[in-house]
């Protein structure tokens, strides 16, 4: 978000001031909500249930370990950036790490049993010439819990990496409950307010309380300036190696999309420098766990069990914006809108997770600027009517959107009731989490002040909205209860701002 987006914001919010409402964010709110639960999630303890009988051992041959590895130290000048876990199957993952370049690691992989390790794989991998190792881990055993960390080759394996955790993915056909840490916009262009914001500390609480996955909505880090290769690694890596990116990116394996920061603010894909484009989106690549195809396309979907599918959407690289308000405006390529709707027509699992950096939802009153709607999928109006058509045409049942960028969180409708739809989709949720650590949204300020409550969220259509600029984000999915608990915490308060269950 620009300074410019948040001029314009603020002087369309001051001159639609029409109430001064408040809001009891303690009331149960409308059909679909529930708030009268609920004790604040524990920090100890397994994320989510395993299956039940479930042996690893013919599954993954673990053999007891020649030495304790969490008794090596961590070698910060190794590994400066931690480790990452990503692409997580019911059988492996994609381990990262960042060294330097060429250098060579060993990868091990392990299960606790007993308080004993017992070793699943020891390879050896090299960086390549950004620094970044990406090993492809196979043949472990579905929903269960695996520690893996990298180790210096050298001096009879003197240093180590951070340790990190990873759950695999369970059976298909389980429906056991799923806990997701959620997050987006984390840091700023400005040195002096990154300074503010680091090391993090909403990364760090949500490390702190056990996840089975971390989704990312985008923003991961502000490479806004940055123009060489050069530039860009240095952005990532100040950013990667603040203690709550290097806590949480361990503490359990990641999905991510990626917004624009990670190119440069609010660019256009169809004016931007190819060049330009060419190094964030290779810098992008080298600090994630992902797999890179050769159109290095970044949408894509995961599946859970038969507990979610979640569908990865990219709302930036493919827009085109000079398309906007048309009947052909084009806000994803017409391959990844079929993408979409065939992954969500095709799935199996109770709940259908459609992360999309920017909102779905139909923001109303002080949201109604040109440029706002360049960043939505309001603004493309032909696409999001042919996706929610489909979905309501096809019966497609618990679709949810989580969405960031706005530096500000909600939890309300993707239509408000009486809009032109006829109310088809007025129970379809969107969440919008965050943020991880930003500046803040200042339509976010006023309505935490009670200011013009129905212009910026109104009652019937939110049932919940915060402009605070640390926020832990994390989703119980419990296909038993066919419900989502989504609990948004202030960090810096300690204050629990929501707690519900919500259905549809």
């Not at 960042?98 to 392990?110: C, N, S």
């Not at 709707?341 to 950096?357: M, W």
């Amino acid at each position: 978000m620009s300074r410019a987006h948040v001029a314009k914001m603020i002087a369309t919010a001051t001159a639609l001031l029409m109430t001064h409402a408040g809001c009891d964010k303690d009331d149960a709110g409308p059909v679909g909500v529930n708030c009268d639960l609920v004790p604040r999630v524990t920090k100890r303890g397994p994320a989510s249930p395993t299956t039940a009988g479930l042996d690893p051992q013919p599954i993954d041959g673990a053999a007891a370990a020649a030495f304790d590895y969490t008794a090596l130290s961590e070698d910060l000048v190794a590994f400066p950036l931690g480790v990452q876990a990503g692409e997580t199957t019911l059988d492996g993952f994609l381990a990262w790490t960042h060294t330097a370049p060429a250098a060579m690691a060993t990868l091990r992989v392990w299960r606790d049993v007993d308080g004993e390790p017992m070793t699943v794989l020891e390879t050896e991998a090299t960086a390549d010439a950004s620094g970044a190792i990406k090993v492809d881990v196979e043949g472990l055993a579905a929903d269960t819990v695996y520690a893996y960390g990298f180790f210096t080759t050298a001096n009879n394996d003197a240093g180590r990496s951070l340790i990190g955790r990873v759950k695999t993915a369970p059976p298909a056909g389980s429906k056991q409950q799923l806990t997701l840490a959620t997050t987006t916009c984390v840091g700023t262009s400005s040195p002096s307010e990154l300074a503010e914001l680091v090391p993090f500390v909403a990364l760090s609480e949500m490390a702190q309380e056990p996840a089975d996955l971390l989704l990312h909505v985008g923003d991961i880090v502000y490479n806004d300036g940055a123009l060489t290769a050069e530039d860009y690694a240095a952005s990532w890596g100040a950013q990667l190696s603040q203690a709550g990116y290097r806590e949480l990116l361990a503490s359990t394996s990641w999905f991510m999309s990626w917004d624009d920061h990670e190119v440069t603010d609010n660019y256009d894909p169809e004016t931007i420098d190819p060049a330009r484009f060419a190094i964030a989106q290779d810098a992008f690549f080298s600090h994630v766990a992902r797999r890179r195809d050769e159109a290095s396309r970044v949408w894509t979907s995961h599946q859970w069990g038969d507990t979610a599918t979640i569908v990865v959407t990219d709302l930036r690289s493919e827009r085109k914006p000079s398309t906007l308000g048309t009947p052909a405006a084009e806000f994803v390529s017409p391959a990844q809108l079929e993408f979409i709707k065939t992954t969500l027509a095709n799935s199996t699992a109770h709940f259908k997770i459609v992360f999309s950096s920017v909102n779905m939802t139909a923001m109303p009153g002080a949201w109604m600027t040109p440029l706002s709607l360049n960043d939505r999928w309001s603004g493309y109006a032909a696409q999001r009517t042919e996706l929610l058509q489909f979905i309501k045409d096809s019966d497609i049942k618990n679709v949810w959107f989580i969405a960031g960028d706005i530096h500000m969180g909600f939890v309300g409708r993707i239509d408000r009731p009486g809009d032109a739809d006829d109310g088809a989709f007025d129970n379809m949720w969107e969440l919008t989490v965050g943020p991880g650590a930003s500046d803040v949204n200042p339509l976010g300020l006023l309505y935490e002040d009670g200011l013009s409550i129905d212009t910026i969220l109104p009652e019937d259509q939110f049932v919940f909205g915060h402009g605070r600029s640390q926020v832990a984000t994390k989703l119980i999915l419990d296909p038993g209860t066919d419900t989502i608990r989504a609990i948004y915490t202030d960090v810096l308060t300690d204050e629990v701002l929501f707690d519900c269950e919500l259905q549809q």
